[in-house]
């Protein structure tokens, strides 16, 4: 069998302990098989009073902590993880699950390899009802916008990002999808000048409120968004378009 970015995983046994690096993948094995899950990081927030051992966050985890978990299984992403730290597990002999998503339809092919391949679970109720949750086309004129993901300095969404992709498929069409880089820094005064519609404000990475950010954009409408619900592939994509909808709609 082979991850995302095929690399090959060798049959181990049955999956019995697993540690996820990943605050989605550590949801997504939480709503499935809770039983397995034995460490997550500390920014794995949901669900909520999810009591397993942490260790460390994303981009600096305690390898030495991981390895002591005994897992059969470590479940990464390649953008959320450092390849370094990946290999590192690797070569003490823990097994590694690397996922790559950067749309829609990537999360849930991704999420179902993961749990009915790597996991060895069935496939769960709640993936195939996200997936037919975001089946309905976009109603509506498509609006152009901009999506700040970060303040001092403004950066954005650019290209082949998983948020964007989630964005187009509500109708909203991100002005810097074609920029070369995925997060460019771009000034604020370019912003402006962007000929947005709107301005979509996440509550994560940066937490966008309503007295930090709609003000920087006075001349244009500003949707404030839940984050989790925009960045994060797993059961949260069930409640994505009406949470997502209902706030873009606002504006």
């Not at 060798?10 to 899950?37: F, I, N, Q, Y």
């Not at 051992?53 to 390649?78: C, F, H, Q, S």
């Not at 004129?141 to 290209?159: D, Q, S, T, Y």
């Not at 960045?231 to 873009?248: F, I």
């Amino acid at each position: 069998m082979f991850d995302d970015l095929g690399v090959p995983l060798a049959p181990r046994g049955d999956v019995c302990r697993v540690v996820s690096l990943v605050p989605s993948l550590t949801e997504s094995l939480a709503e499935t098989a809770p039983e397995l899950l034995v460490g997550a990081t500390d920014w794995c927030t949901h669900p909520a009073g999810l009591a397993v051992r942490r260790i460390g966050g994303t981009k600096n985890p305690d390898l030495a902590a991981v390895a002591g978990l005994r897992p059969d299984l470590v479940l990464a992403n390649e953008e959320e993880n450092r390849a370094a730290d990946l290999e590192a597990l690797r070569s003490a002999g823990v097994a590694v699950w690397v996922t790559r998503i950067r749309t829609l339809e990537e999360a849930f092919a991704s999420l179902r390899r993961m749990l009915t391949i790597a996991c060895a679970l069935p496939e769960p109720d709640w993936l195939t009802a996200a997936e037919r949750a975001w089946s309905a086309p976009p109603v509506g004129e498509v609006r152009r916008a901009v999506i700040p993901i970060w303040r001092k300095p403004w950066m954005v969404l650019g290209r082949d990002t998983f948020a964007g992709d989630v964005l187009l498929k509500l109708g909203i069409h991100n002005l810097y999808v074609d920029h070369p880089e995925r997060y460019p820094k771009i000034a604020l005064a370019e912003l402006l000048a962007a000929g947005a519609d709107l301005v979509v404000l996440p509550d994560e990475p940066y937490r966008f409120t309503e007295r930090d950010g709609p003000g920087f954009f006075p001349s244009i409408p500003a949707a404030l968004v839940s984050g989790r619900h925009l960045t994060w592939y797993g059961p949260s994509l069930l409640q994505a378009p009406g949470v997502l909808r209902a706030a873009l709609n606002s504006q």
